[in-house]
């Protein structure tokens, strides 16, 4: 395989589909009873020419994404993540979509170094991240869908 075959496979988009073995636990986390409906995601991945930041982009009720975001900073001032992962929100189309990123991933591109720093020295650390997110994220996620379950109400009597 020569250097710009391989630069071309790099750099090709998957389906939408298939979803990255890295990121895939924290996507099927979020995607539990189906209160929040993933459109893409990534697990990070080191390239020289275009390393790709590890994200998961969906859209939420925006109470739900607010607990998310709030729970995402308490992670942080606790330690539970080596990494400041932050909760944008933008329109896309007229809808609310959010992205779940780490901060200092979306600026590796900007140096080979840092990027390869990232990306293969410490990819442990951003897998150790995923899995924190995954179960934590998970949890707040099913006590949001509890919290808000609408009760179920039989059938009545009408005796008129």
Not at 35 to 53: D, E, M, N, W
Not at 74 to 86: A, I, P, Q, R, T
Not at 98 to 108: D, G, I, K, P, Q
Request: charged letters at 20%; proline letters at 5%; one cysteine or more.
């Amino acid at each position: 395989m020569t250097f710009f075959t391989m630069i071309t496979v790099m750099a090709q988009k998957q389906p939408y589909s298939w979803i990255e073995p890295k990121i895939k636990p924290l996507v099927e986390a979020m995607s539990q009873g189906e209160v929040i409906q993933t459109v893409a995601s990534c697990q990070g991945h080191y390239s020289p020419l275009f390393p790709k930041r590890p994200y998961v982009y969906f859209r939420a009720p925006i109470d739900l994404a607010s607990v998310i975001s709030k729970r995402l900073f308490e992670m942080s001032v606790d330690g539970k993540l080596n990494n400041s992962w932050v909760l944008t929100g933008h329109f896309a189309d007229g809808v609310l979509h959010f992205s779940l990123e780490a901060e200092n991933y979306t600026s590796a591109a900007d140096t080979f170094f840092l990027s390869a720093w990232l990306y293969i020295i410490k990819r442990k650390a951003l897998d150790a991240n995923l899995e924190v997110l995954t179960n934590d994220i998970g949890k707040t996620i099913s006590t949001y869908i509890r919290n808000n379950k609408e009760p179920k109400t039989g059938k009545t009597n009408d005796n008129h």
